[in-house]
């Protein structure tokens, strides 16, 4: 089993629609996730963090956490054509001191927003 | 707005040949780290830095792969014999203020 698994995809939604992308991960010490936004042949950017349980808004995007079922999620609502990437989750397992940005991603999952 | 710098951009080589890429982390940024991307999957840790020291190295394919941080800033990744395999994006990071910001990365092919 993959430490950080993402929904296969690629996934296809039309503009305006609700995107919705998931991760589950295996180690339940695991204290922070985060989702990064791949453009082809780019680095990845990061979009959201969170690090507690609940529901964290930023704009269009919204991050779900349920650390008892050890799943993460990103939902971004009115999709746009420029959200057409690849989304990487990536969780700190242990997190603390030095090792916040050791992070171990997931595939990741290709998003198309077609017009 | 502050970067991480690497290069070169992209590089392409003979196997059996030596690699290197260069790394200069966000002013400041103590912690770095290396990591390799292949085509289709997520980035996977390499080697991780605080300051000068190697704080985890347990991924990196230690009989051809070497990295340094020799003054605690800039950072060298070497290969060196190259291998098909190694054909991947080495994305370097550094880490501050709870973010971990990736460079543009350095595509490699290896022929």
């Known amino acids: 089993q993959k430490e950080v698994e993402q929904n296969s995809g690629p996934l296809s939604v039309p503009e305006g629609a609700i995107a919705s992308l998931n991760c589950t991960y295996s180690?339940?010490?695991?204290?922070?996730f985060f989702w990064y936004r791949q453009y082809s042949g780019k680095s990845p950017e990061l979009i959201m963090s969170?690090?507690?349980?609940g529901d964290k808004e930023d704009g269009r995007f919204t991050a779900q956490l349920n650390k008892a079922s050890q799943y993460v999620s990103l939902l971004i609502r009115d999709s746009q054509p420029s959200d057409s990437a690849t989304y990487l989750c990536?969780?700190?397992?242990?997190?603390?001191?030095?090792?916040?940005?050791?992070?171990?991603f997931g595939q990741g999952t290709i998003l198309t927003v077609h017009p | 707005e502050a970067e991480v710098a690497q290069s070169p951009r992209y590089k392409i080589t003979e196997k059996s040949q030596a690699v290197a890429f260069w790394c200069d982390p966000i002013?400041?940024?103590?912690?770095l780290y290396w990591y390799r991307q292949i085509l289709g999957q997520g980035p996977e840790l390499l080697v991780q830095?605080?300051?000068?020291?190697?704080?985890?190295d347990s991924q990196l394919p230690k009989d051809r792969f070497s990295a340094e941080r020799l003054k605690g800033v800039d950072s060298t990744l070497k290969i060196q014999p190259a291998e098909l395999g190694d054909s991947a994006m080495y994305l370097c990071a550094s880490f501050g203020a709870n973010v971990l910001t990736f460079g543009a990365g350095s595509r490699l092919t290896v022929l």
């Open positions: 180690d339940r010490g695991s204290q922070s």
């Open positions: 002013s400041g940024h103590a912690t």
């Open positions: 990536a969780v700190n397992a242990r997190g603390g001191g030095t090792s916040y940005g050791k992070l171990t």
């Open positions: 830095f605080q300051d000068e020291s190697v704080v985890d």
């Open positions: 969170i690090y507690s349980n």
